[in-house]
């Protein structure tokens, strides 16, 4: 995986502050690929059971909180369905290939 | 020399931003009133309140990018605060300080709900207008923070 124990500490910590402990960030897409260079950092979230509503804002405090403290890059997040609906293809292969943090 | 060219530059960032500002809130003063927004039901929305949409996210970028890549940098410039290769963070932090920006993490949200409201979400109809209504809940805080610019920027020109 290509994230430094320090972005890797970050995450974990922005993340706890946001979603609590239940969460859990998986690492998947380009960045777990040590033969490519650059790219997103592509996180699944599983453990968060809120409102759309709720869930964008939390992204979105993720996202502001995470880049303040890793300086400008491209961070998308996805988060794993919410009980009771259909799994979309990205979501699929986050669970699949995701790594843990 | 600098210091003139800078002014200008200011004058026209700020006729720039007046006209997004001007056409982002007639967009949002329609779109506060969507009903399909305030229920979440996106088959209740008509064309026209699409393109109204389309109007508010469209002038609501322009605006912060005019903003960040011309007002704040030619102010900064005749404030002696410019800084080459400065990270776009570091600038908003400093503006922060220097009292030019109200706040900026506030700006960072700004920017991170426009890019989720721009996206599109083919499959997830429910948070497509979740993050459109966020947007245009937050509307007032942009037009805020251009004020608190603005002013600052018009002793200045």
């Not at chain 2, 109007?55 to 005019?66: I, K, P, S, V």
Request: hydrophobic fraction near 40%; charge should be neutral.
């Amino acid at each position: 995986m290509r994230l430094t124990p320090h972005q890797i500490t970050i995450l974990k910590e922005v993340g706890l502050e946001v979603f609590g402990p239940q969460a859990r960030l998986y690492l998947f897409g380009s960045r777990t690929d040590d033969t490519q260079r650059g790219g997103d950092i592509d996180l699944y979230v599983t453990g968060v059971h809120n409102t759309v509503a709720e869930m964008l804002a939390g992204k979105i405090r993720f996202l502001v909180r995470a880049k303040q403290r890793l300086g400008e890059r491209r961070i998308d997040l996805v988060f794993a369905p919410a009980e009771g609906k259909t799994q979309e293809p990205i979501q699929r292969i986050a669970r699949e290939t995701g790594i843990a943090l | 020399m600098t210091q003139e060219v800078a002014r200008l530059k200011l004058t026209q960032a700020l006729k720039e931003c007046d006209q997004h500002g001007f056409h982002l809130r007639l967009a949002y003063e329609e779109a506060v009133h969507f009903k399909a927004l305030r229920t979440g039901a996106h088959e209740n929305l008509s064309n026209e309140e699409i393109r109204t949409l389309d109007q508010l996210l469209f002038r609501f970028g322009r605006l912060q990018d005019a903003m960040g890549l011309r007002l704040l940098p030619s102010l900064l410039v005749l404030l002696a605060e410019w800084r080459e290769g400065e990270p776009f963070l570091d600038k908003l932090n400093r503006a922060e300080q220097l009292g030019i920006l109200p706040s900026a993490e506030g700006w960072q949200v700004l920017r991170e709900l426009r890019n989720q409201a721009s996206h599109d979400y083919p499959d997830n109809p429910e948070m497509m207008l979740s993050a459109l209504a966020n947007l245009i809940r937050h509307v007032p805080d942009l037009e805020k923070s251009y004020l608190h610019i603005s002013q600052i920027a018009r002793f200045r020109v």
